[in-house]
């Protein structure tokens, strides 16, 4: 199993950037598939992005393709969610999460680790 905290979250102005961090800790973080996720006021959780073991293999919502991209650095136990041109649709918690598996994965339910949520607020 693997612990993750998340941390970047914050108050930004439209068409701004972030950058979300989630730091793993526990044994054999290359071995997971790594997701984001974000949950709204009143909406239920919906995916964002996930990353394959290695980082050669990514996915993406459609509303945030071509604004968003997630990496991963192993030797850092970490993943990354740069999010650019935000717009306040995009105010939401921000969730990561970990599958242990090679398949890259967009729904919540097979995702078994997540860490505790970072809020991102994006105003006019």
């Known amino acids: 199993q693997v612990q993750l905290v998340e941390s970047g979250g914050g108050l930004v102005q439209a068409g701004g950037s972030l950058r979300l961090s989630c730091a793993a800790s526990?044994?054999?973080?290359?071995?997971?598939?790594m997701g984001w996720f974000r949950q709204a006021p009143g909406k239920e959780r919906a995916f964002v992005a996930a990353i394959n073991w290695s980082g050669a293999h990514t996915t993406y919502a459609d509303s945030v393709k071509g604004r968003f991209t997630i990496s991963r650095d192993n030797a850092k136990n970490t993943v990354y969610l740069q999010m650019n041109s935000l717009k306040p649709e995009d105010t939401a918690v921000y969730y990561c999460a970990a599958d242990y598996s090679i398949v890259v994965v967009t729904t919540a339910l097979e995702y078994n680790q997540w860490g505790q949520g970072t809020q991102v607020t994006v105003s006019l």
């Open positions: 526990g044994r054999s973080f290359s071995s997971y598939t």
